[in-house]
């Protein structure tokens, strides 16, 4: 059974940095683009950010130079460091996983597998 579990998710302050980890079970991990998405209220899914095995990345405009994605294969482990976080990244945030498409599968529609999802506030 396949499991996919954020955490480190919380209120900061703009400008302030967090720290979202994920790790998954019950799958081959290092198989699997990883990546976080995120739902803000009223907005619809998007994706934010994705890794391939090889470390290629892809990044959603709005992130690109604040926010930082890695893997730890031999942990099963997936990283978000978020620095000069905005009231706009305010969000649930899903970690998830995606089997096909390689790093251009990094959209809701390829998805494969969810986490339950962790809440980043960012107060102004």
């Known amino acids: 059974q396949v499991q996919v579990v954020e955490s480190g998710g919380g209120l900061v302050q703009a400008g302030g940095s967090l720290r979202l980890s994920c790790t998954a079970s019950?799958?081959?991990?290092?198989?699997?683009?990883m990546g976080w998405f995120r739902q803000a209220p009223g907005k619809e899914r998007e994706a934010v950010s994705c890794i391939n095995w090889s470390g290629s990345k892809y990044y959603e405009d709005s992130v690109k130079g604040r926010f930082t994605i890695s893997r730890d294969n031999a942990k099963n482990t997936l990283y978000l460091q978020m620095n000069d976080v905005k009231p706009e990244d305010t969000a649930m945030y899903y970690c998830?996983?995606?089997?096909?498409?390689?790093?251009?599968?990094?959209?809701?529609?390829?998805?494969?597998?969810w986490g339950q999802g962790t809440q980043v506030t960012v107060s102004s």
């Open positions: 019950g799958l081959t991990f290092d198989a699997y683009v």
């Open positions: 998830v996983a995606i089997s096909r498409g390689g790093i251009y599968g990094c959209r809701t529609d390829f998805v494969d597998y």
